[in-house]
């Protein structure tokens, strides 16, 4: 028996993790993983542990997909700052913080999921591995792939910017431009997987990229003392990351690690591709495929997601929303905070301070509020950000 087991997060089948879990075979669905090991009791003293510990995500350990003595297919992801910006801050009257992930070992956030992901389905026995990837998980995968010692294949839309595929060559993998968008690198990327027995890690079909993204929540939790925010603002693609900061709310207040996950959680999406903005505001709880999506955010140009039910409800539990920015606001606002508080962020990073002006300017923000935003990616992550 492993110290976890899989809940699905629509038809709440539980199972026992049979090798490269994938999607729920009851329903199909997305599922989540749940730990049997710690208890409610044990979860303060958790702390204590935890804070001995060095290093990045994996000091994490008990609320994750490890088994017990095993190493993790580890680049030293995580462990990355929750920096104050206190004159972006002072301008909107919030305690404004942003967790910057541009420091892991390939620049962005995907890689604690990667990480997480790749660890588990080598010890499963994968020989090969597939990813549709809107770019930068395809070099997450490069990477992490690389130091498991086995090969890659990922699909990328052919026009997301060249240093991805040059650094996904780097690693060795095998990068296939696809003319279309995620949605059809995903498609492309299943086929293969049929093909070639390939294990196919997009995102939401296996349940441990979640578990990595995870860690992001419980660093906030941890840098602000297990006090929970009063708000996240997340840009949202596939989501993983959003649902993964619901989800270490949730086992953080279960665990008693926090009073209550009084946080609510705010999805941001470009203007130009918008589809878990147009359900939540619709009052839906899935969302529709977006047609014609365009956004220089390519980390956000995601028209259709598997975890848009898990997205929705983590948006609802949790009292907060979704909010829509222009690609002009996201490109302002990365460049504000890079001469305001010095922070060099990505558009995605952008967003999200785009976003906490709007809903500070609409009410959802109340004034002094504690208000953490994302940098998901980093500046030198191929130029991206062109001002
Ligand atoms: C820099 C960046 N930010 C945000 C996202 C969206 O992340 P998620 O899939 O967790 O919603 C991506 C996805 O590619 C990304 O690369
Ligand atoms: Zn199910």
């Given at each position: 028996m492993t110290s976890f087991y899989l809940e699905c997060g629509a038809c709440g089948s539980m199972t026992?993790?049979?090798?490269?879990a994938a999607l729920c075979?009851?329903?199909g669905s997305p599922q989540l993983v749940c730990y049997r090991t710690v208890s409610a009791g044990s979860g303060p003293a958790l702390r204590d542990t935890w804070a001995t510990r060095q290093g990045?995500?994996?000091?994490y350990r008990e609320l994750l997909p490890l088994l017990p003595g095993e190493a993790p297919v580890?680049?030293?992801e995580g462990g990355t700052p929750l920096v104050p910006l206190p004159r972006m801050g002072e301008a909107l009257d919030l305690k404004l913080l942003m967790k910057d992930e541009g420091g892991n070992p390939t620049g962005s956030f995907k890689d604690r999921g990667l990480s997480a992901a790749v660890t588990r389905a080598v010890h499963d026995g994968a020989q090969r591995f597939v990813l549709p990837s809107a770019g930068n998980a395809g070099v997450a995968l490069a990477a992490y792939a690389a130091r498991a010692g086995v090969p890659a294949t990922i699909f990328i839309?052919?026009?997301?910017?060249k240093a991805v595929f040059d650094r996904c060559a780097a690693y060795q993998a095998d990068v296939v431009p696809v003319d279309g968008l995620i949605s059809d690198c995903g498609t492309r990327a299943a086929a293969h997987a049929a093909e070639t027995g390939a294990f196919d890690l997009a995102?939401?079909?296996?349940?441990y990229r979640i578990e990595g993204k995870k860690t992001m929540g419980l660093e906030i939790l941890e840098a602000l003392d297990w006090r929970a925010p009063d708000a996240v603002i997340y840009p949202a693609g596939g989501g993983t990351g959003l649902i993964g900061t619901w989800k270490a709310l949730r086992e953080a207040a279960a665990l008693r690690?926090?009073?209550?996950?009084v946080t609510r959680l705010y999805a941001v999406q470009a203007a130009g591709c918008a589809p878990i903005v147009r359900a939540w505001e619709a009052g839906h709880d899935a969302a529709q495929t977006w047609v014609d999506a365009r956004t220089a955010a390519w980390g956000l140009r995601?028209?259709?997601?598997?975890g848009d039910g898990l997205m929705l409800r983590a948006l609802r539990e949790s009292g907060g929303g979704a909010i829509s920015v222009e690609d002009s606001e996201m490109r302002a606002e990365a460049r504000r905070v890079a001469c305001t508080d010095g922070l060099a962020a990505g558009i995605e990073g952008g967003a999200t301070l785009a976003a906490a002006a709007r809903l500070r300017e609409r009410g959802d923000l109340a004034a002094g509020e504690t208000v953490i935003v994302f940098n998901t990616g980093n500046l030198g992550n191929y130029g991206r950000y062109t001002g």
């Open positions: 026992d993790p049979i090798p490269l075979t009851a329903c990045g995500m994996w000091r580890s680049l030293g839309p052919v026009d997301t910017p995102t939401l079909r296996e349940p690690l926090i009073d209550r996950p995601v028209p259709s997601a598997r």
